[in-house]
């Protein structure tokens, strides 16, 4: 195992259109986070999957954005009717229960022009 | 709201002094505050972390503090090492086991 797999590495889009990516999580991990990082500033929470179950969805999530986990395995987050707001780095991180080590993939950096 | 709050923004230091990077939280149920050192354009990585049970914990040359009553804990990296360089970021447990994490302290080390 690898570690924490996300794709693709970067994506550039225009305005209004959907996106879709991918995190593979350490396998035996039960736990993924997406958090959305912004150049100088700290990951900020999205979403949160214990198995395939999405436990805690953040209040500054907008409708746009879904995400899913079948079979709690992989995940994937879609933004829909992107703007140029949404542009940041997206970050998946995986760990084997609460309050343990985050393992975090390389990030999928989002450009909408 | 949960928050943490991170102090300073940038450090610069010369190669072999002492760095502190401070932070607080403002969710009482946190128990759990790990430290990730993130590279330019890379991940984030743990370099140590700390539970409520416990006050301070040290590894080699870094060393955390835990003051869960005024809701602090800091960082320290001894003999500072040019590799040391890099954006570090604080974070707390919250409900369900999400981190919060602090906005990052740039710390250059000088040779």
């Known amino acids: 195992d690898t570690g924490v797999s996300q794709d693709p590495r970067h994506k550039i889009t225009k305005r209004g259109q959907n996106v879709t990516f991918r995190c593979d999580p350490i396998?035996?991990?039960?736990?993924l986070y997406w958090y959305r990082q912004t150049l100088g500033q700290g990951p900020e929470f999205l979403t949160y999957?214990?198995?395939?179950?999405?436990?805690?969805k953040s209040r500054l999530l907008s409708d746009r954005f879904s995400a899913e986990r079948p079979k709690g395995s992989f995940s994937t987050l879609e933004i829909q009717r992107t703007e140029q707001g949404d542009s940041a780095m997206y970050l998946c991180?995986?760990?084997?229960?609460?309050?343990?080590?985050?393992?975090f993939g390389q990030g999928t950096r989002l450009t909408v022009v | 709201g949960e928050n943490v709050e991170q102090h300073p923004s940038t450090l610069s230091v010369q190669e072999g002094d002492s760095a502190v990077i401070k932070c607080t939280y403002s969710?009482?149920?946190?128990?759990?505050f790990p430290w990730y050192k993130q590279e330019l354009g890379k991940r984030p990585q743990l370099i140590i972390d700390?539970?409520?049970?416990?006050g301070e914990k040290k590894d080699q040359r870094i060393a955390v503090t835990l003051n869960k009553t005024a809701k602090h804990f800091s960082l320290h990296i001894t003999e500072t090492q040019p590799e040391d360089s890099a954006v570090y970021f604080c974070?707390?447990?919250?409900?369900?086991?999400?981190?919060?994490f602090g906005q990052g302290t740039e710390l250059s080390v000088k040779p």
């Open positions: 991180a995986s760990s084997y229960s609460r309050n343990t080590e985050a393992f």
């Open positions: 396998s035996e991990h039960n736990r």
């Open positions: 999957f214990q198995n395939e179950a999405q436990l805690e």
């Open positions: 969710d009482s149920a946190s128990n759990y």
């Open positions: 700390i539970r409520s049970n416990v």
């Open positions: 974070a707390a447990s919250s409900e369900g086991g999400k981190l919060i």
